[in-house]
């Protein structure tokens, strides 16, 4: 994936184009982020990697099964299912939330 792109990559990708004179400067991936110690770009790549992981075990990515079970704005919390996983995300920059109910399609224990 496009690691930081979307999560606060310091500089804009900008593919080459009429726009900007069909420049290659912008139209990059910083893949050396990580290695500064001064930026925390390193839990990015470690969420990619664990990502990856999930993916090679559970192959949810050519799932045909998928449903957003929850999008709470206020939250800030998203959960939905893909394959036999459900994925919860908590985006709040500052709460957390330990006994959050969330509705699921199948009926057994979940485990973590």
């Not at 290695?35 to 050519?62: I, P, V």
Request: glycine content about 6%; overall charge negative; charged content about 25%.
């Amino acid at each position: 994936n496009f690691m930081g792109n979307e999560f606060g990559h310091p500089e804009w990708i900008d593919f080459p184009r009429e726009g900007n004179n069909w420049s290659y400067h912008h139209c990059r991936r910083r893949f050396d982020l990580p290695d500064d110690e001064n930026l925390r770009y390193k839990f990015f790549e470690a969420f990619d990697e664990l990502m990856q992981a999930c993916e090679n075990r559970f192959q949810w990515l050519s799932s045909d099964h998928q449903y957003v079970t929850l999008k709470h704005n206020h939250d800030k919390v998203v959960a939905f299912e893909r394959g036999d996983l459900l994925f919860v995300f908590n985006f709040h920059p500052h709460a957390g939330f330990g006994d959050y109910q969330i509705g699921m399609s199948w009926n057994e224990p979940m485990r973590c």
